[in-house]
C-alpha cells in the first residue's frame, strides 16, 4: 500500500485557505476605516466651507447695505437741494509747494542726473 500525505495536504490546505481569508478580510477592513476617515474629513472640511460661505454672505449684505447709503448720500450730495443751501465759502483748495526735481551728481562730473531709483528707496526706509 502506498503511502498517502492526503491528512497534511488537507491541513495545509485549510491553513492556506485561512490566510486568505484573513488577508481577505484585512484588507476589507482597511478600506472600511479609509474610508470613514475620508467621508469624515469631507464632512469637517463640507461644514467649514459652509460657515465660511455664510460669513461671507452676511458680509456681502453688509456691503450692499454701506453701498444703498453711500449712493443716497451721492444722490444728496448732488441733488438740487444741497447745490442750493451751499456757500462761497464752502470750497476749500489746497495749496501745494512746487515739486523741486531731486538730483544728484557724481563727483567730478559737471551733469545733474536724476537719483537712481535705488537710492531713492534707500533714502525713503532710511530717513
Not at 503511502?3 to 486568505?20: A, E, G, M, P, V
Not at 481577505?24 to 466651507?49: E, H, P
Not at 443716497?72 to 476749500?92: F, N, Q, W
Amino acid at each position: 500500500m502506498a503511502y498517502s500525505n492526503t491528512n497534511r495536504d488537507n491541513l495545509q490546505h485549510n491553513w492556506i485557505k485561512t490566510i486568505k481569508r484573513a488577508g481577505f478580510a484585512i484588507i476589507l477592513v482597511i478600506i472600511l476605516v479609509s474610508s470613514l476617515v475620508s467621508i469624515y474629513q469631507q464632512g469637517t472640511i463640507l461644514r467649514d466651507a459652509q460657515s465660511r460661505n455664510r460669513m461671507m454672505e452676511q458680509k456681502v449684505v453688509r456691503l450692499q447695505e454701506e453701498n444703498r447709503l453711500y449712493k443716497k448720500r451721492v444722490e444728496y450730495a448732488t441733488g438740487s437741494a444741497a447745490i442750493a443751501r451751499k456757500t462761497p465759502g464752502d470750497d476749500y483748495r489746497l495749496i501745494l509747494p512746487p515739486e523741486e526735481k531731486q538730483t544728484w551728481t557724481k563727483e567730478g562730473a559737471s551733469e545733474v542726473l536724476e537719483k537712481p531709483i535705488i537710492i531713492q528707496w534707500w533714502e525713503l526706509f532710511t530717513k
